[in-house]
Each structure stands twice: as structure tokens, then as C-alpha cells.
T-cell receptor
């Protein structure tokens, strides 16, 4: 079965610092990749997604992620974080299987705290 | 648009009782809804896929007789935790996928979750 690893469980940054959150997955076939964000007290929201094409995808709120197929990675980045980016971030993978399917496998999440 | 609600948002019950959690898509129709379970400091684990008008598909290791899922309409799926025990205490999250196919992948929209505590 596929798995998703997020190596950073807790990250603390100062405002304006750059952010990179790691995500690796273990599936050899074609995948769709996602980053979700969960702000305190709120539900999961889609931050960005990759299906095909340009491996560098841009999402909402200045986030971007780069798919590196050879490394099975989909790291999330933001050049300059804001206090309002404090949230939990989840990487998720949807393997493209014969016969379809829309199942997401989530990583364990990274809790980001941005300090003023 | 694309709002998913869950009710209740939190529930406390006694061991041995059953608890029903509702998941509703408020402004779209969903043929497919998903139920996840999230333990503290851990990831969301898919429990089952709920399809409108048919039986749910459970993930390996999930007891279908304990976690009853009913997807009676295109906007409502329910999860009933039967004979709940303290180890069933968790955060249960549902998601819904739009009926209308919009491309290679239909986004899942997530509800706010239900915190279940079994005493």
C-alpha cells in the first residue's frame, strides 16, 4: 500500500522567513498530489494540487509546490510566511489506479507556527 | 460554494451506546462521500467510501458492523458508531465529491469534523 511521509512534524518560523515542508510518497505509478491546510478550528482546505504538466504548481496564498518524480517528492514552499499561515499542513496522494478511484492517502501533517 | 457540514460537531456518550454522525453537502450533490478518522497528532485514515444508493466500501481493518454507513441521498451520508467503546474516541471527518465530473479528478470537500468521546 502507498504511504506518505512528512518529515517535519513541527515547524516554528518568524514572519517573513521562507518555508519548505517536505513530502515523500511511496507509489511507483502515476499519482495526483495535493497539499491541504487546516487552520485552527477550521476544516481542511485544498491549498494546491498537481495532476500533470508543469511540475511546479502554484496555489492559493502564495504557496507553491514542486513535483520531483525521481525523488517521489512534492515539497511545499512559500518565500515569505505570515502569522496567518499558522496552521497544520497535510500532504496527500491519490494513486491513479486501473478502474478509477479517488482515494486519498494523507501524510501525518506538519504543524506550522509563525511567530511575529 | 462546495460546503460540507457535519453534525454534531462534538458528542460525548457512554460506553455501549450508539452514536450517529451526519455529513451533508450543502450546495452540491455528492454521489460519493468519504469517512476518515483522525487520531491526535496523526494523519487522516480513510475508513470507508460511501456511494449513494449502494453499500459502502470499507478499508481493510475497519469493522463494517461497527461503523455503519448509510448514503441515503445525494446530499447526506451518516456514520453510526455502534456499541461505542472508549477506543472509538476520535475525530471523525467526512468529505464529499461533486456529482458533476469536472476533469481527471473531482476535488473532495471536507467537513469540519466530529469529536467523539466515549466514556
Amino acid at each position: 500500500a502507498q504511504s506518505v511521509s512528512q518529515h517535519n512534524h513541527h515547524v516554528i518560523l518568524s514572519e517573513a522567513a521562507s518555508l519548505e515542508l517536505g513530502c515523500n510518497y511511496s507509489y511507483g505509478g502515476t499519482v495526483n498530489l495535493f497539499w491541504y491546510v487546516q487552520y485552527p478550528g477550521q476544516h481542511l482546505q485544498l491549498l494546491l494540487k498537481y495532476f500533470s504538466g508543469d511540475p511546479l504548481v502554484k496555489g492559493i496564498k502564495g504557496f507553491e509546490a514542486e513535483f520531483i518524480k525521481s525523488k517521489f517528492s512534492f515539497n511545499l514552499r512559500k518565500p515569505s510566511v505570515q502569522w496567518s499561515d499558522t496552521a497544520e499542513y497535510f500532504c496527500a496522494v491519490n494513486p491513479i489506479l486501473t478502474g478509477g478511484g479517488n482515494k486519498l492517502t494523507f501524510g501525518t501533517g506538519t504543524q506550522l507556527k509563525v511567530e511575529l | 460554494g462546495a460546503v460540507v457540514s457535519q453534525h454534531p460537531s462534538w458528542v460525548i456518550c457512554k460506553s455501549g451506546t450508539s452514536v450517529k454522525i451526519e455529513c451533508r453537502s450543502l450546495d452540491f450533490q455528492a454521489t460519493t462521500m468519504f469517512w476518515y478518522r483522525q487520531f491526535p497528532k496523526q494523519s487522516l485514515m480513510l475508513m470507508a467510501t460511501s456511494n449513494e444508493g449502494s453499500k459502502a466500501t470499507y478499508e481493510q481493518g475497519v469493522e463494517k458492523d461497527k461503523f455503519l454507513i448509510n448514503h441515503a441521498s445525494l446530499t447526506l451520508s451518516t456514520l453510526t458508531v455502534t456499541s461505542a467503546h472508549p477506543e472509538d474516541s476520535s475525530f471523525y471527518i467526512c468529505s464529499a465529491r461533486d456529482l458533476v465530473e469536472r476533469g481527471p479528478y473531482n476535488e473532495q470537500f471536507f467537513g469540519p469534523g466530529t469529536r467523539l468521546t466515549v466514556l
